[in-house]
């Protein structure tokens, strides 16, 4: 055959580091279509890939091709929608495309195994099912057993079969032979066709006017439209989500609703429940294969009406999406900060543009880069500007750490408040996001440290298991009683939920005191129970940390207390004074959401810096835009555009070494409007064992930032630099280390 003959070559990706797809011939049969997968020869070994395109030809030579082994799918699994999503997060954060699919792809269709499970069954026949049993198990006595195993169920899966009966094939041969049973498979559970179950149904609150305004809004929207729903907690946000959702299925579309890794609570899956009437297909990282396939099957089928899910649900195929909300939408654990380091809002609006649907962003503290698009890229603001209902918003004040005596971290103030509080009957919630006893083991004779031997960190101090651990690499080591250099006793220094804890339950005896926190819920159910205990009233004083403070509503919560955040008033990332106002606003929106008027302790031991005056006075939207404008000035986003090249490597010179050779093509590229800043080690330049460095590319216009990535990405991959490191690029990097 020579290479003008028509003939198909299949263009497909393969979960591996390298940023192209690979082409082979198809094997015998019918062309796969874009979207399925094939079993192909790689390397040694094989592979399961998916086939992302047709071509007529080859770079190489045909005779240099390999042929697929085999077709997977009988139909894609991708629509052409859902490809193109694929291959757009795959150049836009020029990441292997392979690795982009692989990351959509569930565990066990990655594995090669089927969409649907086909399940085998022995059934009797009609000469089966008239033999005499009695006879046959005179000379065959197993045969006559599993004669009448099956016989009593008629038909009997492979699999019940082997618990009934182990053993069994064998004497299915002698069934067989007879013409007694006979093999059957079937493809698809039942239960995957069936319409999923309905729930009683509760109706809500009517809408107030400011909501009317909003569903009208959205509603208008032919198509593609972005929209900030810019309302401040408990202005009923949630509820504009579910009239939305409903008339969207109503309309035979599907909504996808993405929220962030500790949002999907069991309280707000029961409320999308018991409103829609329908049960929400969920999707997050704790699922087991199986499920996590089921659910993937039931928004692709069209099954599921509504699926809510955490950021890797963006990649999920849909029949017929109508709809993409984000909640919570500047939440950082939307964006995935290693592997594939994709924004899933982002691309939630990139998909919903492709799909030419609305895509509504949620937040009481919408990210700088949403309010500026609403002002530079089209996206369409709507505000609720106060609670729904008749809660009011909570009064916010500061307590002076250099006025009040404070024991164990508790202020006077802060100690009369919840007091006060507790008498009234209502609920506290102390907020410190710092897990652990205290952050710092110290000697009180030399004033050494304790340190993580592997990363340039302290050890937290951790009681309850009297270790010490590491925050950022997960190592631990006993509690160290005295000092290893002069022997002196240590001492914790400093506070952590834990401590508070204990500090809580000692100064207020006899009042339920629950802590949450990534220590306290690391048991499956222990966040489920803490948190009902919690709604019910049940807990008097709550201590947690940011997994506390999001999206949970305490009926009866009055008073919030923030024990310290101070160390984000002097944060070195741009973003910190962004991410401290959003940290405080929802964590004071816990307070008050009902009847009673909510109240909201600061303590800081720096009551003059501005940002106080500026949080209190003008609110989230004050920060924001005094922010908006200092990042302007300074050009940092959402006014330019950044990507880090990030370097790990045991040696700390090998990470210089290549970011070295990566700043090299760089400046060899020149490409017009880049800056390039670096190579400098990481903040925390070492971090389990290895030593880590960056490259920060810094450009006013996307194109020019975008073509640099791709010659830098072409030049370093495969080449012998890479050898000893490890390496990424993050594009729209959200922290700079
Ligand atoms: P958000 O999502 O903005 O935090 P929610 O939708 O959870 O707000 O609403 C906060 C509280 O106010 C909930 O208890 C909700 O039932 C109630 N609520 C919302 N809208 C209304 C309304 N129009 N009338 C009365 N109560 C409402
Ligand atoms: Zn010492
Ligand atoms: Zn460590």
Not at 2 to 13: E, W
Not at 24 to 47: E, H, I, N, S
Not at 350 to 377: E, F, N, W, Y
Not at 646 to 668: K, M, N, W, Y
């Amino acid at each position: 055959m020579s290479d003008s003959d028509n003939f198909s070559v299949l263009r497909v990706a393969i979960n591996a580091p390298l940023s192209r797809l690979f082409d082979y011939l198809p094997c015998d049969g019918p062309v796969p279509q874009p979207g399925t997968r094939v079993r192909v020869p790689f390397g040694r070994r094989t592979q399961v890939g998916v086939v992302l395109a047709i071509a007529d030809n080859s770079d190489l030579p045909t005779s240099k091709l390999k042929r697929a082994i085999e077709v997977l799918d009988p139909e894609p699994l991708f629509s052409e929608d859902d490809l193109w999503l694929l291959r757009f997060t795959s150049d836009y954060y020029h990441h292997p495309i392979g690795e982009v699919v692989a990351a959509a792809t569930p565990a066990r269709l990655r594995q090669g195994l089927p969409l649907y499970a086909t399940t085998e069954y022995v059934s009797v026949t009609p000469v089966g099912a008239d033999a005499e049993i009695d006879a046959l198990r005179k000379r065959a006595p197993k045969q006559a057993e599993l004669l009448g195993i099956v016989c009593d169920a008629e038909r009997l899966s492979t699999e019940a079969l082997e618990q009934a009966m182990p053993g069994w094939r064998r004497a299915s041969k002698g069934l067989v032979d007879k013409g007694y049973v006979e093999f059957s498979t079937m493809t698809g559970d039942a239960d995957d066709e069936a319409p999923l179950a309905n729930v009683e149904q509760v109706p809500g609150p009517t809408l107030n006017p400011d909501q009317r305004a909003a569903l009208r809004d959205v509603e208008a929207a032919a198509g593609f439209q972005p929209f900030v729903l810019d309302g401040v907690t408990g202005s009923g946000k949630t509820e504009v989500y579910l009239q939305l959702i409903r008339s969207c299925i109503d309309n035979g579309r599907q909504v996808l609703v993405l929220v962030p890794e500790i949002g999907l609570t069991p309280q707000l899956v029961r409320r999308f429940s018991q409103r829609l009437g329908i049960e929400p297909v969920l999707l997050h990282s704790a699922l087991s294969d199986t499920s996590r396939l089921a659910a993937w099957r039931a928004a692709r089928s069209g099954r599921a009406p509504l699926i809510v899910g955490t950021r890797s649900s963006i990649f999920v195929p849909l029949k017929s999406p109508g709809m993409i909300i984000v909640d919570e939408e500047h939440d950082v654990s939307l964006k995935q900060q290693e592997g594939l380091r994709y924004s899933a809002r982002d691309l939630a609006v990139a998909r919903g543009k492709r799909c030419d649907i609305p895509v509504i962003l949620g937040s009481a503290t919408p990210s700088l880069d949403s309010l500026q698009r609403c002002v530079d890229a089209g996206y369409q603001k709507i505000e609720l500007p106060s609670r729904a209902g008749k809660a009011v918003p909570p009064l916010m004040r500061l307590v002076d750490m250099n006025r009040y005596p404070s024991t164990e971290g508790l202020s006077d103030p802060v100690v009369a408040a919840i007091s006060r509080t507790i008498a009234e009957r209502g609920q506290v919630l102390v907020f410190l996001n710092r897990r652990g006893f205290a952050p710092t083991l110290i000697c009180s004779g030399c004033g050494r440290v304790a340190e993580c031997s592997r990363c340039d960190a302290r050890m937290t101090v951790h009681s309850a298991s009297q270790r010490l651990r590491c925050h950022h690499c997960g190592a631990e080591r006993p509690m160290e009683t005295e000092c290893i250099d002069c022997g002196s006793p240590c001492r914790p220094l400093g506070h952590g939920t834990e401590r508070l804890e204990d500090a809580l339950t000692s100064r207020f005896p006899g009042e339920t005191v629950t802590r949450i926190d990534s220590d306290s819920t690391r048991l499956k159910g222990t966040m489920t129970r803490a948190l009902a205990m919690a709604t019910a009233g049940e807990t008097r004083i709550l201590v947690g940390t940011q997994m506390l403070s999001k999206g949970h509503h305490f009926p009866n919560l009055t008073l919030v207390v923030v024990i310290n955040a101070d160390q984000g008033l002097f944060s070195t990332d741009f973003r910190g004074g962004e991410r401290l106002a959003q940290s405080l606003i929802q964590v004071a929106g816990r307070a008050g959401r009902e009847e009673r008027q909510g109240e909201v302790i600061i303590q800081t031991a720096f009551p003059q810096h501005p940002f106080w005056h500026e949080l209190l006075h003008g609110g989230y939207h004050s920060v924001a835009e005094r922010t908006l404008g200092e990042r302007e000035r300074a050009l940092w986003p959402p006014f330019s555009r950044l990507a880090l090249i990030r370097a790990s490597a045991t040696q700390r010179g090998e990470a210089h070494a290549f970011l070295d050779r990566a700043r090299l093509l760089a400046d060899h590229a020149a490409i017009d409007g880049v800056r390039v800043l670096g190579p400098v080690g990481a903040p925390m330049e070492r971090k389990a064992g290895r030593y880590r460095a960056q490259l920060l590319l810094q450009s006013r216009e996307r194109a020019g930032l975008h073509r640099l990535l791709d010659y830098l990405r072409d030049n370093l991959e495969g080449s012998p630099v890479t050898r000893k490191v490890r390496w990424s690029m993050d594009v729209d990097p959200i922290e700079l280390f």
